[in-house]
């Protein structure tokens, strides 16, 4: 663990507990860095909150404008969950940042002030925007003291966090939605019909417009690159460049937001093509484990996705693959004790992979027990000690092709193996 997150761990309560009156307290004491903020972008969702705050960025940024972001949890170092124009905040900045929000924090959860944290930097670093993630659900996230966002977006709603979200997908989607503010139109990524619902009468509570994808807009992935349509523009553009066919949907949202924003289609194209998202279908080549799989010719990839809805991106993905160039398949997974396992092996059931299950620091699911229930959807699976001996495993019976999935803590551990595979 990195000593940003010792500390804040050995200061604040590390439970999860949705509520706003002691986020807003604490702002209050730092004097209410969230009303300080330049213009706010901000991101609720189940999946692809990450990718599209990372395509917004890139696009903005490409647009000559600087960008603050916020997004949660970080991979290897705490740092990674604050860009301040554009550049990871630094060791110094963030630990005299602290001080001031330990002098005044009470009973702060860790993420409230690793929030309060981010806002009380963003506010004293000038940028043109601000892009900020949510970190859980929306109505009751330490973020959603935000009041007046320049813009909302909504990615894909889904199944995740059911100990504090519930079972109820439109339930679901009316905690996510609970980031649409009255005056701030609104971007939404595709929805199941359920969602879309609960998502549409939050906004007519609020009378915030809604620009939705499916709809109002739509994006195909089109000759090697992408299209994106309106009722009145057509624009012909890149792919983007993150892997899997997911992403055409994630830079479709991003797109409409830039044209919320009047970006221009030239910053569109170069965000596209500079867009950079570690842990989400990302190919390794470095650090011990890239190594390994190159020395033994065969292709490692790094997903942190940990839910049903993540499964079957990763299953489309890999299946693409397949198609084009057929590999023998294997999937290092390791998933939190809390996660659906059964639903994210399902989605991959078709996939012929062999499966080796791992741990990791954290309340991680017991490899064996996670062998298990990949078994029962009829996957090959063995428990392994270590991502490490997984994969000299899976090399050595002739794997060509090896994702590392199920969970961003996981992922993190992969690329804290060596700095050169840290996120910049």
């Known amino acids: 663990m990195d000593p940003i997150s010792e500390r804040l761990r050995a200061r604040h309560p590390q439970r999860i507990d949705l509520s706003l009156d002691r986020m807003r307290a604490l702002c209050a004491a730092l004097g209410d860095p969230q009303h300080r903020l330049p213009p706010v972008v901000h991101v609720a969702g189940t999946n692809g909150k990450g990718s599209t705050v990372a395509l917004i960025r890139a696009v903005a940024e490409a647009a000559g404008l600087k960008v603050h972001a916020y997004t949660s949890p970080h991979l290897v170092r705490f740092n990674e969950r604050i860009r301040l124009a554009g550049k990871l905040v630094e060791d110094d900045q963030l630990s005299a940042i602290l001080d001031r929000i330990e002098a005044v924090s009470g009973e702060a959860t860790v993420f409230e002030s690793t929030t309060a ?3 009380l930097a963003m506010a004293e670093t000038p940028a043109d925007l601000a892009v900020i993630e949510v970190g ?13 966002p320049l813009l909302s977006v909504i990615t894909p709603v889904d199944y995740d966090h059911a100990e504090f979200l519930g079972t109820d997908l439109a339930g679901i ?26 998502i549409e009468r939050r906004a007519a509570d609020v009378h915030t417009r809604l620009t939705v994808l499916g709809v109002d807009f739509d994006a195909w992935a089109e000759r090697g690159g992408m299209a994106f349509q309106t009722a009145d523009l057509f624009m012909d553009l890149p792919a983007p460049a993150l892997a899997g066919a997911h992403q055409i949907d994630n830079a479709a949202v991003a797109i409409a937001a830039a044209l919320e924003l009047d970006l221009p289609e030239s910053a569109i194209v170069e965000g596209l093509k500079a867009v950079r998202w570690p842990a989400r279908l990302q190919r390794i080549s470095t650090g011990p484990h890239g190594q ?3 020395a033994a010719e065969a292709e490692l990839w790094l997903d942190g996705g940990h ?11 890999l299946a ?15 998933m939190l004790g809390n996660k659906d396992a059964g639903g994210f092996f399902a989605a991959l ?3 012929q992979a ?23 959807h009829g996957l090959a699976a063995t428990p392994a000690g270590s991502v490490g001996e997984a994969l000299d495993l899976a090399l050595r019976l002739g794997a060509g092709r090896v994702a590392i999935c199920g969970s961003l803590y996981l992922a993190g551990e992969v690329l804290g193996a060596s700095p050169e595979t840290w996120p910049v």
């Open 320 to 334: 693409e693959r397949q198609a084009r160039a057929p590999r023998p398949l294997a999937l290092i997974c390791g």
């Open 136 to 148: 859980l659900g929306g109505v009751l996230d330490a973020t959603n003291v935000i009041e007046r």
């Open 173 to 198: 989607a009316s905690e996510k939605a609970g980031v649409l503010k009255a005056g701030a139109p609104a971007v939404i990524g595709r929805q199941r019909e359920e969602a879309f619902k609960a």
């Open 349 to 351: 059931k078709d996939s």
């Open 307 to 317: 839910n049903p809805h993540a499964g079957r991106a990763l299953a489309a993905f």
């Open 354 to 376: 062999t499966v080796f299950t791992v741990g990791f620091d954290g309340a991680a699911a017991e490899p064996a027990a996670l062998a298990a229930v990949a078994r029962g």
């Open 292 to 294: 390994a799989a190159k």
């Open 117 to 119: 944290a981010a806002f």
